[in-house]
């Protein structure tokens, strides 16, 4: 990179300049350092004498680069912002329509992506990248069958027959046709998606055939790579969990973190473990652990903050953690509810009931309307609170403190 800041800075006029810089950091990922380049390249062209099919290959080769570059950016409509103009002159430049169709998903305009990828198979029917993006594109919009349809035929490419084959378990799966995702799942060899397959299939027979037949699967899995390893004993973790073995689930966990002991996602798991199993000093210490690793890992945050809250325990460092939490998430119900239930335990109630009353505006959620009612309560406005608790009464019949909260507030109980 050094080497070419010289090159540019002695050919300022010169596009192939600006372009090899392009290239290079496209390849070493510096997509804002691409683009910028790329686009004085670009100028610098439409500017040079060179032949018009010079300048018509140049130019491509150019979009392609940005085109890739864009890719990256964490706005995706930079990059259909402009890259647009080019796609109304170069229509079959099918290379930049594809990535422009990415672009789009990572946007969420999804009919338009589909679109598109319609119109590039149209041209290109052997373009199993672009088919296989549209049928998982078509399972996101819930177009079963032409996802099957396109799945089917991406199956039959020998060098697309394992992905083909996994999707078309998910596939199937999602629509409870258990049997035929089973019968799909078998047929994927090749990796990382063998792996995979095998989890669903543990996943599929576990409610009929029960924990030892899913283990069985599990154990069946050709490990390779410690990542690998870890997936298993993570899976055996949720099943071991999901029969009521919780203790031996933390053991799985325990033995993927000696694998791979900077995982924010197992520690976060098994700290959910230890919550269960009211091992108060191992789920701090996950969540200590997994700040250290990550300071602005949200989840850990506000489940570190809010437990302080909900102890009446070091309410400082609460105060510390779920600020940080919601200055990151601002509009997330669950840090706004930590935070209302922060300045209740303050008995700072005003406070309360504005970081509540925005949280449930954001999600209906039972927890918040206890923590809301318990509020409105200290607060002397108990027919206020007696009001939205009767008006969600029958909505959380099956939630217990919800049903109890009255008679409990009454009685003068601690609402946590």
Not at 13 to 39: D, M, R
Not at 55 to 78: C, G, T, V
Request: charged residues 20%; hydrophobic residues 45%.
């Amino acid at each position: 990179m050094a080497f070419f800041d010289v090159v540019v800075s002695q050919n300022k006029t010169i596009w192939q300049s600006y372009y090899g810089y392009g290239v290079l950091a496209t390849h070493y990922n510096q997509p804002q350092k691409a683009v910028e380049v790329l686009q004085q390249s670009l100028g610098l062209l439409n500017q040079s004498n060179s032949e018009a099919l010079t300048k018509q290959k140049a130019k491509q080769q150019i979009y392609h680069l940005l085109s890739q570059a864009y890719l990256k950016f964490a706005d995706p409509r930079e990059g259909l912002n402009a890259l647009k103009d080019y796609l109304k002159t170069h229509s079959e430049d099918w290379l930049v329509q594809e990535r422009v169709a990415r672009l789009e998903v990572k946007a969420g305009y999804l009919k338009d992506a589909e679109l598109r990828y319609q119109l590039i198979l149209q041209a290109n029917p052997e373009a199993n990248t672009s088919r296989l993006s549209l049928a998982l594109l078509q399972i996101e919009l819930e177009k079963f069958a032409e996802a099957r349809t396109h799945l089917l035929q991406v199956a039959q490419d020998v060098n697309y027959e394992t992905v083909g084959f996994y999707y078309l378990g998910v596939l199937s799966q999602e629509q409870n046709r258990l049997s035929d995702a089973v019968a799909f799942f078998n047929k994927v060899e090749g990796q990382p998606y063998a792996v995979d397959a095998k989890l669903h299939i543990a996943e599929i027979i576990y409610p009929d055939k029960g924990l030892a037949a899913a283990i069985t699967i599990l154990d069946s899995i050709e490990i390779s790579e410690a990542v690998i390893q870890a997936k298993v004993f993570r899976a055996k973790a949720i099943f071991y969990r999901a029969s009521g073995q919780s203790q031996q689930a933390v053991n799985m966990y325990s033995e993927a973190l000696t694998l791979l002991p900077g995982s924010v996602d197992l520690l976060l798991a098994q700290a959910g473990l230890y919550y269960d199993l009211q091992d108060f000093p191992g789920y701090v210490q996950n969540l200590e652990k997994v700040l250290v690793i990550n300071p602005d890992s949200v989840d850990a945050l506000n489940a570190l903050g809010y437990y302080y809250v909900e102890q009446g325990v070091s309410l400082d460092k609460a105060t510390i953690l779920l600020e940080r939490a919601l200055s990151l998430e601002p509009e997330s119900y669950y840090i706004l509810d930590s935070i209302g239930w922060l300045a209740y335990q303050k008995q700072d109630y005003k406070t309360a009931e504005i970081y509540l009353s925005k949280a449930l505006a954001i999600e209906h959620d039972a927890e918040v309307l206890i923590h809301l009612i318990a509020t409105r309560w200290k607060m002397g406005k108990t027919e206020s609170a007696k009001v939205l608790w009767q008006k969600h009464l029958a909505e959380f019949k099956n939630n217990k403190r919800y049903q109890m909260l009255i008679q409990n507030l009454q009685s003068g109980a601690v609402i946590k």
